[in-house]
């Protein structure tokens, strides 16, 4: 089993900054991709970045060039950091694992970020 936590969410105005975390526990050996999507109010979850077992990184176009993900295998954690946030980044966002163990995809509890204008 892989448990994952999310942290670093919050309130930040127009053109702000927020780093997340996800701190990943349990079968953390089988862990593959890890990913970030997000889901505002009424909206379909979509993706926004994700990072493979090399450090590849993969972006959404609409947060390109703003959003950057990192990976720190000694802490299985996995970070976003979001510049130059707007008011459509607003949403909750999860933290995703691919993983070898069943269910071989895992998610987070999410955590909140509104940006204001």
């Known amino acids: 089993q892989v448990q994952l936590v999310e942290s670093g969410g919050g309130l930040v105005q127009a053109g702000g900054s927020l780093r997340l975390s996800c701190a990943a526990s349990?079968?953390?050996?089988?862990?593959?991709?890890m990913a970030w999507y997000r889901q505002a109010p009424g909206k379909q979850r979509e993706f926004v970045s994700s990072i493979d077992r090399g450090g590849k990184t993969n972006y959404a176009d609409s947060v390109k060039g703003r959003f950057t993900g990192s990976r720190d295998y000694t802490k299985n954690t996995v970070y976003l950091q979001m510049n130059s946030l707007k008011p459509e980044d607003t949403a909750v966002y999860y933290c995703n694992a691919g993983a070898t163990v069943p269910p071989y995809s895992f998610w987070g509890q999410g955590t909140q970020v509104t940006v204001s204008s």
């Open positions: 349990g079968s953390t050996f089988s862990i593959g991709t």
